[in-house]
């Protein structure tokens, strides 16, 4: 069973800066996308970005566009995210998502267990 571990969370004031990582235990073959989500209290859970494998093509919430960058690590294969300029209302915990083509048109959905972020006003 592959598990994903997210790293690079913590404390950070508002206007600052964190990166995201996130490493896989065993491989994970088929990989058609990467991306991170997020979950604050009370909160569903929302994309905060995403990547394609195949074209490398990215996709962020308008709330962090222009402030969060995705990217992929083709060694690892895993995604990292790279959050400026951050805000009080991006406190939320990460999580780190990979979406494998397990079989033919069936996806499998891979999830870490967060990392939280808070940023103090």
């Known amino acids: 069973q592959v598990q994903l571990v997210e790293s690079g969370g913590g404390l950070v004031q508002a206007g600052g800066s964190l990166r995201l990582s996130c490493v896989a235990s065993?491989?994970?073959?088929?990989?058609?996308?990467m991306g991170w989500y997020r979950q604050a209290p009370g909160n569903e859970r929302e994309l905060v970005a995403s990547?394609?494998?195949?074209?490398?093509?990215?996709n962020y919430a308008d709330s962090v566009k222009g402030r969060f960058t995705i990217s992929r690590d083709n060694a690892k294969n895993t995604p990292s995210l790279q959050m400026n300029r951050l805000k009080p209302e991006d406190t939320a915990v990460y999580y780190c998502?990979?979406?494998?083509?397990?079989?033919?048109?069936?996806?499998?959905?891979?999830w870490g267990q967060g990392t939280q972020v808070t940023v103090s006003s």
């Open positions: 998502n990979i979406v494998a083509e397990t079989s033919y048109r069936d996806w499998t959905n891979y």
């Open positions: 065993g491989s994970v073959f088929s990989i058609v996308a």
């Open positions: 990547i394609t494998t195949s074209s490398g093509s990215t």
